[in-house]
């Protein structure tokens, strides 16, 4: 157990919807990640959030959109759903925000788009 | 942009013995991380090892360890004495050692061990 929770674990969804997925960082950490992995991209990062600020940006579609809560939790809002947004969602969270610290994922949260 | 290449979907080694992951990068940076990711089948994504570029030295983590060849951008995992519980994905990544942090994976080497 990494100490990072996810929520839900899996989602089932139709195209055209709009979910949020949910990332609570391991106590003391102030750095989320959030990932996706798919069959055919791999995995990927989509962006990254520092004590409630966007620190940097990797794949993210305009659809998707996220934030880090004063609480420091992060949320993972996906829009307008397709087919090809199925995938695994991992968030992951650091103590600080520099490229050297370990980065420990949650269990991911599974989205299939019907 | 950054790349990062395994060449090999997939590998098989005999239990107990050696095996080695090879993983390319491509970069015009200086400063950068390297890592190698394992994800089980449980699907949780677990850190094995790391170098940073500036070091010559080649990282080690008990049965595990790096050949980093900073000149010919390749940094390959060896996995010693492999155990059933090492049959995972595992995943090359690069980041940037700049303020953007980006983090790059490859598509990932599945390994299987053999009993």
């Known amino acids: 157990d990494s100490g990072v929770t996810q929520t839900p674990k899996h989602l089932i969804t139709a195209t055209g919807q709009r979910v949020t997925l949910r990332c609570s960082p391991r106590?003391?950490?102030?750095?989320v990640y959030w990932y996706q992995q798919s069959l055919d991209q791999g995995l990927q990062f989509l962006i990254q959030y520092y004590n409630g600020e966007e620190r940097a940006k990797g794949n993210i579609l305009e659809r998707f959109s996220a934030q880090q809560f004063p609480d420091l939790h992060s949320e993972l809002n996906l829009s307008s759903l397709e087919l090809g947004d199925s995938a695994l969602y991992f968030c992951a969270s650091t103590q600080l925000a520099g490229p050297y610290n370990e980065q420990f994922f949650g269990p991911g949260t599974r989205l299939t788009v019907l | 942009a950054q790349t990062v290449t395994q060449s090999q979907p997939e590998m098989s080694v005999q239990e107990a013995e050696t095996v080695t992951l090879s993983c390319t990068y491509d970069t015009s940076e200086s400063d950068y991380y390297l890592f190698w990711y394992k994800q089980p089948p449980s699907r949780q994504m677990i850190l094995v090892i790391r170098q940073e570029a500036y070091k010559q030295q080649n990282a080690t983590e008990n049965r595990f360890s790096v050949n980093f060849q900073k000149a010919a951008k390749s940094f390959s995992l060896k996995i010693s004495d492999s155990q059933l519980g090492d049959a995972a994905m595992y995943f090359c990544a690069y980041r940037s050692g700049n303020r953007d942090d980006k983090i790059i994976f490859g598509k990932g080497t599945r390994l299987h061990i053999l009993p």
């Open positions: 106590s003391g950490d102030l750095s």
